[in-house]
């Protein structure tokens, strides 16, 4: 599978990297001592981490502390490609794309910092020069066989039945929603207008701005060494700055989730093995 995600026009232009930059600043508790208690007790500050704090914080939990044992966003989430595709896995599946689509459209009008920092090229822009937001600038899956174009018709009727617009387009109209491919030996592509980007990097300072405004504490720095479960329940988490009594706790630790499950007694199996894919 191939799939091409780019700008097509309208980009906007918007100044004030300085304010951008304050913005960001104190999304964290800093230094602070942790609490002692607290309902809920999330691990890892990566783009799952945030949006769980994010999410339990807008349904009315109060109590809400996640920790970070280095910096937010700092472990896999920091090298994701950052497209969002809707058309793709389960029914379930689909239809949290579709909200995250929506969601990243729409959370810059409640934090004030955007989703999507787009690249630029350095020897024509400045700092100031920075595109900000949400992208819906499609994406574009090819096709250069007929089981494959097949297999996109199946996508496509999948993502109607969602209400995800989709289009089955000939090499020609490849050519032209993308002109740096090269469609010679392909036999057509499938066209899904509301997809776009973002930086993810950017949706967690979003998510993570969103979840403190709405009474969440963020920390950084401190690691989980050891899950307390009593009674087959949880009761708390010993950290490297102290210890923290809490009735839930979410294991948000990516690719570390294996390792995290064990700590606590009995150990908890995250079938989870992590393996490389590509260079950085």
């Known amino acids: 599978m191939m799939a091409v995600n780019f700008a097509r026009s309208g980009w906007r232009k918007r100044s004030g990297w300085q304010s951008f930059k304050h913005s960001v600043r104190h999304l964290t508790n800093g230094e602070r001592p942790l609490p002692a208690s607290s309902q809920v007790v999330v691990c890892g500050g990566g783009a799952i981490g945030c949006s769980v704090a994010y999410h339990l914080a807008k349904v009315g939990f109060r109590e809400i502390v996640l920790l970070e044992k280095g910096s937010l966003g700092c472990g896999t989430t920091w090298h994701a490609a950052g497209l969002v595709p809707q058309v793709k896995g389960s029914h379930a599946e689909i239809r949290m794309r579709k909200y995250g689509v929506k969601l990243y459209s729409e959370i810059s009008q409640e934090t004030g910092l955007d989703t999507s920092t787009l690249f630029f090229c350095m020897l024509c822009l400045t700092m100031n020069d920075l595109f900000l937001g949400w992208k ?18 199946r996508t496509q009727c999948l993502g109607r039945l969602h209400g995800v617009a989709a289009e089955i387009v000939s090499p020609t109209e490849c050519s032209k929603l993308c002109p740096l491919i090269r469609v010679e030996d392909l036999v057509g592509g499938l066209w899904v207008p509301s997809d776009g980007s973002v930086i993810p990097t950017d949706v967690v300072q979003s998510l993570a701005k969103g979840a403190k405004m709405k009474g969440a504490k963020i920390f950084e720095k401190v690691s989980v060494e050891k899950i307390e479960v009593r009674n087959g329940r949880v009761h708390g988490v010993k950290t490297n700055r102290g210890d923290i009594s809490c009735e839930v706790f979410v294991n948000c630790a990516g690719q570390w989730s294996r390792e995290v499950g064990m700590l606590s007694s009995p150990p908890v199996a995250v079938p989870l093995h992590s393996a490389e894919h590509f260079y950085i």
């Open 136 to 153: 819906g600038v499609g994406s574009l899956l090819i096709a250069s066989n007929e089981g494959r174009l097949t297999s996109l018709k």
